[in-house]
């Protein structure tokens, strides 16, 4: 085969490294790859496969697990710290745990079993060389600000959080109790810190209590305290969080979730900031400013006598709602940043980018679980990427098949200026309708274009449409995949599979 060399043009084919001190191995794994005119090299140890792969920088590199000398774990280990981009793909006779377990640790794109599948080998070395490629064109979110600057936790430019940042600011000046609504994993513990840390008692305990968290006969302890003997198990007496608090700020979260009877004593702290000690009978004098939050609609609770109205309007002195991060995607791509600092400080991973296809599919998600979802997202894909960079296959399954979904159910019929397109004249232009020419309104063309294609019982309406207006698109775009996707309004992943089908169909007439 011949060697590899540094000058060889990127254009004529992709290169592949294949490491190994079996000679036959090289050959006939040589010609499973060679069939698809990829560029062969090779080398019969894991020092020669080092050398092989500074001089000629492959794209690719097989590499077996058990040789004499430097073993194939070695060699990786090596590779990856020369190369970390490069793509390398172990093979073994030994299908063990261990050996999946160690492969992938050290960085391993993927491995193959011994004897080859020669379908299998191909199959892989197609979808690293398009890992490859998307890591090549991956482009980082480029930050506005530094991790210093997101001190406060709280992340994003919209409109909505712009007017989040200035009702914070209105509010730290003074004592006023501050009730924080919004959905789960929005931020609303943040939100109380930010206010606290802003304000006159921020040299003072700041205390958060979940009171959904908290078993109902022990929530009035965990906040008045309790005296010795009191209940079962009150073996002492117990300082509550008021009295811990005494000059700082308590953050009640899930408030809607208190009892009615705990509510009334709440609202008695704030009337005349007094409290009781379960099973005491001494007022003990506090100075506590109360923050509440909730994802419950509290007006409809006063209105069903679950919720105390008096204490409502004490609360709700100034009201701040948090939006929802389908509410403010805009907003997405410098949260996704924000993260990626953060576990990059702490040294949970390497990634600093985001290939644009996985954020598309970040910012066109629903986020029910909002920003603590995506945290969780960003954190998992982040830990499975094996460069700087995540991919759209490193997003949870989950991700990916919803966002698709909901991506796939808008077809291109549906949007009225693509549906319009169909009148204009194509190479092969539609039959003319029995009462001559096509209607230049827009209601009149898709009346038309109902009628032309439902005579056609080999496919349906949709399916014609959905593939005429591909065409069409990827035409006027000269075949370019992104904008071809962003006409039709689909993502390129959803556009790759149209593609797909639509082969899979022409290979089978």
Sequence with gaps: ????????????????????????????????????????????????????????????????????????????????????????VLMTAFGTAQTAI????FGAFDYVMKPFDADKVLAIAENALKTKADLQTAAAYKPKLKSEDYKEGIVGSSPAMQEVFKV????????????????????????????????????????????????????ESELFGHER?????????????????????????????????????????????????????????????IIAATNRDLE????????????????????????????????????????LQKLEKAKKTRVRKVAPEAMEILVHHRWPGNVRELENAVYRSAVIAQGDTILAKDLPAELREATAGA?????????????????????????????????????????????????DKAETILERLEREMIVRALKEHGGNQVRTAERLGITRATLRKRLDALRDDAAAE
């Design 168 to 219: 914070i600011g209105q509010v730290t000046a003074s004592d006023v109790t501050v009730l924080i609504s919004g959905e789960s994993g929005t931020g609303k513990e943040l939100v109380a810190r930010c206010i606290f840390q802003h304000s006159h008692r921020s040299a003072k305990p700041f205390m958060a209590v979940n009171c959904a968290a908290i078993p109902e006969n022990l929530i």
């Design 229 to 289: 003997g009191s209940f079962t198990g009150a073996t002492g007496q117990r300082n509550g969080k008021f009295e811990l608090c005494d000059g700082g700020t308590l953050f009640l979260d899930e408030i809607g979730d208190m009892s009615l009877a705990t509510q009334t004593k709440i609202l008695r702290v704030l009337q005349e900031g007094e409290i009781q000690r379960v099973g005491g009978t001494e007022t003990l004098k506090v100075d506590v400013r």
């Design 102 to 105: 160690e492969a992938m640790k």
């Design 407 to 455: 991506a796939g159910s808008t077809t291109p019929v549906a949007a009225a200026p693509m549906a319009g397109e169909v009148a204009p004249a194509a190479a092969t232009p539609a039959p003319a309708p029995a009462a001559g020419g096509v209607p230049e309104s827009l209601e009149g063309a898709l009346d038309f274009v109902y009628r032309q294609l439902s005579a």
């Design 1 to 88: 085969m011949p060697p590899m060399t540094a000058d060889t043009p990127a254009t004529k084919a992709p290169s592949i490294l294949i490491i190994d001190d079996d000679e036959e191995i090289r050959y006939s794994l040589g010609r499973v790859l060679g069939a698809r005119q990829y560029h062969i090299a090779e080398a019969g140890s894991g020092e020669e496969g080092i050398a092989a792969a500074k001089k000629a920088a492959p794209d690719l590199v097989f590499l077996d697990i058990r040789m004499g000398g430097m073993s194939g774990i070695e060699t990786l280990q090596h590779l990856r710290a020369a190369h970390p981009q490069l793509l390398v």
């Design 300 to 339: 409809a609770m006063v209105k069903a006598k679950t919720f105390r109205e008096d204490l409502y309007y004490r609360l709700a002195v100034v009201r701040l709602r948090l939006p929802s991060l389908r509410e403010r995607t805009t907003d997405i791509p410098e949260i996704v940043d924000f993260m």
